[in-house]
């Protein structure tokens, strides 16, 4: 098991261009989160599926950001229109069946996404 | 609303013994949990709390009071190694999580 991975690793755009980033969780976990993570700052949650369903959202999200996870398996993180203030980390994480009732999250590496 | 509370930045010599604090107000508790972080890297799971007490493991410890919201991460004979930033995390009921702002922790020789 290679572990979550992100991909692209580091993203520049100008101001206005759309992106799109892909997690690949571990390959057995079910549940998929997605974050963004300023310097100096905890992640804050964007979003979270639970196989292909699409649980919860942030009310921080704007619609400029949508998510899919089409077959339960891999998810891609869709931004329209950035902004700079969109500049960020994106980190994805998943997560499996509960260990001791732990719902331990697995990170990956994440996206830097640069707006200019 | 939810909140969740860490000192910025705390520092501490190789050898020595921190704690970091976490106060945290959340809507719904199914369990905490502290990540560490280095620069540049993801997050990786240290440790978890789900009832009030005390959880050990080797160097690394933490304590839960439910009542009180509040949580701590004891790092025991510190290494160079264990700078790095150490986050608090709550998770939700829904089963989504708030994490705290981290706590960037220097270990100095």
């Known amino acids: 098991d290679t572990g979550v991975s992100q991909d692209p690793r580091h993203k520049i755009t100008k101001r206005g261009q759309n992106v799109t980033f892909r997690c690949d969780p571990i390959s057995e976990h079910n549940r998929l989160y997605w974050y963004r993570q300023t310097l100096g700052q905890g992640p804050e949650f964007l979003t979270y599926?639970?196989?292909?369903?699409?649980?919860?959202k942030s009310r921080l999200l704007s619609d400029r950001f949508s998510a899919e996870r089409p077959k339960g398996s891999f998810s891609t993180l869709e931004i329209q229109r950035t902004e700079q203030g969109d500049s960020a980390m994106y980190l994805c994480a998943s997560s499996g069946i509960r260990t001791l009732a732990k719902n331990i999250q697995y990170f990956g590496a994440g996206t830097r996404l640069s707006v200019l | 609303g939810q909140n969740i509370d860490q000192p910025t930045e705390m520092t501490a010599t190789e050898g020595a013994i921190v704690q970091i604090n976490c106060t945290y107000q959340?809507?719904?508790?199914?369990?905490l949990f502290w990540y560490q972080q280095h620069a540049g890297e993801a997050p990786t799971f240290l440790s978890y709390?789900?009832?009030?007490g005390l959880e050990e493991k080797g160097r690394f410890s933490s304590f839960l009071s439910r009542s009180k919201g509040y949580s701590y991460l004891l790092l025991k004979e510190l290494q160079m190694k264990d700078s790095a930033s150490y986050l608090c995390?709550?998770?939700?009921?829904?089963?989504?999580?708030?994490f705290g702002p981290g706590t960037r922790l220097s270990v100095l020789p």
């Open positions: 709390n789900v009832l009030d």
């Open positions: 599926f639970q196989n292909e369903a699409q649980l919860e």
């Open positions: 995390a709550v998770e939700n009921y829904g089963q989504n999580f708030v």
């Open positions: 959340t809507s719904g508790f199914n369990g």
